[in-house]
């Protein structure tokens, strides 16, 4: 039985995908190392990672937040741990929605992450 899915659906499987367009590269097929977390980061979420990274001098922004996510220390990435990141970056991009628009009841969004001309 082949349901329509929806696009909420839809969309949180295109995170799982993604995932593993990276995940299965290199070493075990469903967790991510570090260059393949690397890689993911920088093509996939250049607008986050531009957001975060302050600049100071010789710090790696992604070893960072990898350290930050691996909470079980195997110096691996399961999905589990990266949708912690993918939460931050939702909320960030929401964050970025409403930087001078409404919340509440009359609620309007500007552009995201990485959309429109006010990504930085
Ligand atoms: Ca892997
Ligand atoms: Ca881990
Ligand atoms: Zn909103």
């Known amino acids: ?3 329509e899915m929806s696009v909420f659906e839809r969309s949180l499987n ?13 070493d075990n097929n469903d967790t ?6 690397k890689l993911l980061m920088q093509k996939e979420l250049p607008s986050y990672l531009k957001k975060v990274d302050r600049n100071e001098d010789g710090k ?5 937040i990898m350290e930050d996510l691996d909470t079980n220390l195997d110096n691996e990435l399961s999905f589990e741990e990266a949708i912690m990141l993918f939460s931050r970056v939702i909320n960030a991009s929401h964050e970025t929605m409403h930087q001078g628009h409404h919340r509440g009841h009359d609620h309007s ?3 995201g992450l990485g959309q429109g001309s006010q990504a930085r």
């Open 14 to 26: 295109s995170i799982v995908e993604a995932f593993h367009q990276y995940s299965r590269r290199e």
């Open 1 to 3: 039985m082949a349901g």
């Open 60 to 64: 790696d922004v992604v070893k960072d």
């Open 109 to 111: 969004h500007g552009p």
């Open 32 to 37: 991510l190392n570090k260059k393949e977390f």
